[in-house]
T-cell receptor, first 113, second 110 residues
Framework: KAGVTQTPRYLIKTRGQQVTLSCSPI?????VSWYQQTPGQGLQFLFE???????NKGNFPGRFSGRQFSNSRSEMNVSTLELGDSALYLC????????????FGEGSWLTVV | DAKTTQPTSMDCAEGRAANLPCNHS???????VYWYRQIHSQGPQYIIH???NNETNEMASLIITEDRKSSTLILPHATLRDTAVYYC???????????FGAGTQVVVTP
């Protein structure tokens, strides 16, 4: 059974640009959530989607957005990149019900220069 | 979500059991205990989770106290590959909203 797949794994962007990251959940999983990990702030929740609807959102500025498609694949977008957006972005998927196991992908490393 | 308290670091000898404690005194009745570990900033790896009863799988055992205010993750026979940061997380939210703390840095030594 394939795990959570994130693309691209590594990317470098310039300040002011935008970036789109992609996540393919485990087959059958309808919930996809996104996290940002930085050395200073640790792992922080960005948002979560279930059946194409955003159900939860963390405390991030509006430059961070996401969406989920009918096949449960998800994308997140960061606009007007800042140096502080350099981080490991992690996607996780689950069936979306109470007590379900939540599985993480390997992440996308974003460097903003 | 309830907050958890974990030791900052722990050492464990290879081949011995590693017992990782976690305090969650404010846990509510419907909050689950989840454990993950992360190695070298790879994606967090799921270990185990539970609500009230003790749980065991091929990786570890989870012991939850009767009052549910604390739990212990047990790695029965630690190997060098178990060196990682271990996170104990409480959540009512099945919808992927995990609130990570700083975790416990576990170092397994030969």
């Amino acid at each position: 059974k394939a795990g959570v797949t994130q693309t691209p794994r590594y990317l470098i962007k310039t300040r002011g640009q935008q970036v789109t990251l992609s996540c393919s959940p485990i087959s059958g999983h309808r919930s996809v959530s996104w996290y940002q990990q930085t050395p200073g702030q640790g792992l922080q929740f960005l948002f979560e989607y279930f059946s194409e609807t955003q159900r939860n959102k963390g405390n991030f500025p509006g430059r961070f957005s996401g969406r989920q498609f009918s096949n449960s694949r998800s994308e997140m977008n960061v606009s007007t990149l800042e140096l502080g957006d350099s981080a490991l972005y992690l996607c996780a998927s689950s069936l979306g019900m109470s007590g379900n196991t939540i599985y993480f992908g390997e992440g996308s490393w974003l460097t903003v220069v | 979500d309830a907050k958890t308290t974990q030791p900052t670091s722990m050492d464990c000898a290879e081949g011995r059991a590693a017992n990782l404690p976690c305090n969650h005194s404010t846990i509510s009745g419907n909050e689950y205990v989840y454990w993950y570990r992360q190695i070298h900033s790879q994606g967090p790896q799921y270990i185990i989770h539970g609500l009230k009863n003790n749980e065991t799988n091929e990786m570890a055992s989870l012991i939850i106290t009767e009052d549910r205010k604390s739990s212990t993750l047990i790695l029965p026979h630690a190997t060098l590959r178990d060196t990682a940061v271990y996170y104990c997380i409480m959540t009512t939210d099945s919808w992927g909203k995990l609130q990570f703390g700083a975790g416990t840095q576990v170092v397994v030594t030969p």
